[in-house]
C-alpha cells in the first residue's frame, strides 16, 4: 500500500486539537535502521546514534512517520490494541472503561491502522464492534440521567464517546425546552455565565 | 523527546475550557522555535552530507523533518485555536472583552480582534435596507416586541431607545422592547420573566 509522505488524514482537521492529543499516544517501535546522532532520545541507551534493533516508545505521529516510507523503524500495536485486551473488549465492551485504558481510543486506533500490518483488519472491526457495543447504553444514558449524575456517568467514556453523549444531552435539554413551550426565552450567554462565576468565586 | 514544548501549548488550551482563555505563551513559543531551528540547521548539514553520496544519514533527516512538521503544526494550531475562540467571544461577550481576558491576548490577536470587530460591524451595516441588520439581536426567534425582564444586579441608570431611562436595579422588574435590553440579557443583567 502506498502511503504518502504526508497522511491526508488529520481528523477533523489539521489544527484538532482532539487529534494532535490523540497522535501523542506512544506506540512501541525497533529501529531498522540506524538514526546517526540522535541517540539522545533513547535515555537509557548511552551511546551517540540510534543503532538498529534499539527499541523505543515513539509518538504515533512520529512513527507513523517513520514507518511509512523508507520503514526506518518497525512497529508493534500498544498493548490496548493487542490480542489480550481485544478479548476483553470482544467479551464485554460495555464495561470497559475505555477512559484509563486509551483516553482517544477510536481516533488512535484509526491512526494506527496503517501501522497493524497483516492485524489491520481484526483492529478495524475492533474499533467498530466496540463502538457498536457500547453505543446503545452511551446514548441511553445520556437522554436518561440526572444533571448531578452526567459527570460520573462520563468518566468512563473516551473522547469520542463523550462527545456523542453531550450532544445527546444537548439535545435533548432542547427539546425539553421546546415541548414546554420555553425554546424563545433569551437567556445569559453561556461564556459570559462561566466568566461570571469565575470572577464569583475569585472575590469570595 | 522532541516537540514536547509544542505540545504542552495543545495541553494548555485543551485544559482550559468554558470561555476561558490562557494567556498568550510566549515562552513556550520562543522555545519551540529554538528547537526547531536547531533541527533545521542540523537538518541542512545533514543534507549537504547525503547530498554528497552519504546515504547512512536519511534516517535521521527524515525524523528530524517529522519532528519540524509537528512542531509546525502544533504552533499554528495553538494560534489558529486561539483566534476561533476569541472570535467565538465577539459573539458571546460582545464588542468589548472582559477586562481579564483581554489582559491574555497578544497584541496582534488584540489587532485581529479589532478588525474582526468592525469587519463584522460594517457588513451588519451593509445588510438590509435601512440602516442594517445587527446579526446578535434575534438569536432565538421572538414572540413579542415587549419582554418582561427582572434585574440581577445593580446596573445604574440606563437609556431607552425614545430617550426614556429606566432605573436598573437588583430585584426590580421592568417591561421593555426586547431589542432594546437583548444585549443587556446576554450579559446577565437581567433575566427575562416567562
Known amino acids: ?204 | 523527546m522532541l516537540s514536547e514544548k509544542a505540545l504542552e501549548l495543545i495541553k494548555e488550551l485543551d485544559r482550559s475550557k468554558d470561555g476561558k482563555l490562557p494567556a498568550f505563551n510566549e515562552d513556550i513559543i520562543r522555545k519551540v522555535l529554538e528547537e526547531m531551528n536547531t533541527l533545521f540547521q542540523q537538518n541542512q548539514r545533514d543534507v549537504g552530507e547525503a547530498a554528497a553520496g552519504e546515504i547512512r544519514y536519511f534516517p535521521s533527516i527524515h525524523l528530524r523533518h517529522a519532528a519540524l512538521d509537528r512542531n509546525k503544526r502544533c504552533l499554528l494550531s495553538y494560534l489558529y485555536n486561539r483566534l476561533e475562540r476569541i472570535r467565538t467571544m465577539r459573539w458571546e461577550f460582545g464588542s468589548i472583552l472582559p477586562a481579564d481576558i483581554r489582559a491574555n491576548l497578544c497584541e496582534p490577536e488584540i489587532q485581529w480582534f479589532n478588525r474582526y470587530n468592525k469587519n463584522l460591524a460594517s457588513y451588519m451595516r451593509s445588510l438590509g435596507e435601512a440602516g442594517g441588520l445587527d446579526l446578535t439581536q434575534d438569536t432565538k426567534p421572538p414572540k413579542n416586541l415587549y419582554v418582561e425582564v427582572r434585574c440581577l444586579r445593580d446596573y445604574g441608570e440606563w437609556e431607552v431607545e425614545e430617550g426614556d431611562t429606566v432605573v436598573l436595579q437588583k430585584d426590580t422588574t421592568h417591561y421593555l422592547p426586547l431589542a432594546a435590553c437583548h444585549h443587556l440579557i446576554r450579559q446577565g443583567v437581567l433575566e427575562q420573566v416567562e
Open chain 1, 1 to 204: 500500500m502506498a502511503v504518502a509522505l504526508h497522511y491526508p488524514s488529520y481528523f477533523p482537521s489539521y489544527f484538532s486539537i482532539e487529534d494532535i492529543l490523540a497522535t501523542n499516544e506512544k506506540v512501541p517501535c525497533k529501529f531498522e535502521k540506524t538514526a546517526h546522532d540522535l541517540g539522545f532520545l533513547d535515555p537509557s541507551g548511552g551511546s551517540k546514534d540510534l543503532e538498529v534493533g534499539t527499541k523505543l516508545e515513539l509518538p504515533c505521529w512520529l512513527a507513523r512517520a517513520l514507518a511509512s516510507r523508507r520503514q526506518i523503524v518497525s512497529c508493534q500495536l500498544p498493548k490496548t490494541f493487542r490480542e489480550r485486551y481485544r478479548e476483553i473488549l470482544k467479551a464485554d465492551a460495555a464495561l470497559v472503561d475505555l477512559h484509563t485504558l486509551s483516553p482517544h481510543f477510536y481516533e488512535l486506533g484509526q491512526h494506527l491502522l496503517p501501522l497493524a500490518g497483516p492485524e489491520g483488519t481484526t483492529l478495524g472491526l475492533l474499533l467498530v464492534e466496540t463502538l457498536r457495543e457500547r453505543l446503545r447504553g452511551i446514548m441511553d444514558t445520556s437522554l436518561n440521567t440526572t444533571e448531578d449524575d452526567a459527570g460520573t456517568r462520563q468518566s468512563k467514556l473516551d473522547q469520542l464517546e463523550r462527545s456523542l453523549f453531550l450532544t445527546g444531552r444537548k439535545t435533548f435539554r432542547d427539546h425539553q425546552l421546546w415541548l414546554s413551550r420555553r425554546a424563545h426565552i433569551v437567556t445569559t450567554s453561556h461564556m459570559v455565565t462561566q466568566h461570571n462565576k469565575r470572577k464569583f468565586s475569585e472575590v469570595s
